[in-house]
T-cell receptor, first 113, second 113 residues
Framework: NAGVTQTPKFRILKIGQSMTLQCAQD?????MYWYRQDPGMGLKLIYY???????DKGEVPNGYNVSRSTTEDFPLRLELAAPSQTSVYFCASSYRATNEKLFFGSGTQLSVL | GQNIDQPTEMTATEGAIVQINCTYQ??????LFWYQQHAGEAPTFLSY????GLEEKGRFSSFLSRSKGYSYLLLKELQMKDSASYLC??????????????FGAGTQVVVTP
């Protein structure tokens, strides 16, 4: 049981490049989330999904896109990377939305130069 | 988003007790979580409070007062491995939201020998 698997762990992008952060969970969780964490700041929700085929914006969605074609996978796409997207990205999942704790992936350190 | 306030940093000696406070706006409150995050790692779940009172789990306890918009995490018998950031996260229900988590910026606890 691997939990939440995120790849890559580190990535450096040039301004204007695009990339996809991968996230997969094997716990049959319905809810999946993408957060970003900047130094000294709380986790900010980028996008979330309540099940396959259903996604919605969080607090800071601009510059990102997501898809959820299966229960297991929830990739995050960065189009036209900007320095403001330099951050640590965490994928998380939970079985339900209310009193369920989040299970986090190990994170992706992204630098846009 | 809603404001969630917690101290930036606290320092304590090994074996001592530290109390980390978290305050939040009471409107729409629907549960409070505490997560621990070691440097360079993902957050991990510590505790969940939705009703007033104290929840105890070994050396860690979490308290909630819904009317005051206040929670604290109590760490007893501090160990060096407790040096980490402690994140307060609150679930708020609104008319257009099923209750996504709002994270505080985290409290860095430094345990000294």
């Amino acid at each position: 049981n691997a939990g939440v698997t995120q790849t890559p762990k580190f990535r450096i992008l040039k301004i204007g490049q695009s990339m996809t952060l991968q996230c997969a969970q094997d716990m049959n969780h319905n809810y999946m989330y993408w957060y970003r964490q900047d130094p000294g700041m709380g986790l900010k929700l980028i996008y979330y999904s309540v099940g396959a085929g259903i996604t919605d914006k969080g607090e800071v969605p601009n510059g990102y896109n997501v898809s959820r074609s299966t229960t297991e996978d929830f990739p995050l796409r960065l189009e036209l990377a900007a320095p403001s997207q330099t951050s640590v990205y965490f994928c998380a999942s939970s079985y339900r939305a209310t009193n369920e704790k989040l299970f986090f992936g190990s994170g992706t350190q992204l630098s846009v130069l | 988003g809603q404001n969630i306030d917690q101290p930036t940093e606290m320092t304590a000696t090994e074996g001592a007790i530290v109390q980390i406070n978290c305050t939040y706006q009471t409107s729409g409150f629907n549960g409070l979580f505490w997560y621990q995050q070691h440097a360079g790692e993902a957050p991990t779940f510590l505790s969940y409070n939705v009703l007033d009172g104290l929840e105890e789990k070994g050396r860690f306890s979490s308290f909630l007062s819904r009317s005051k918009g206040y929670s604290y995490l109590l760490l007893k018998e501090l160990q060096m491995k407790d040096s980490a950031s402690y994140l307060c996260a609150v679930r708020f229900m609104t008319t257009d939201s099923w209750g996504k988590l709002q994270f505080g910026a985290g409290t860095q606890v430094v345990v000294t020998p």
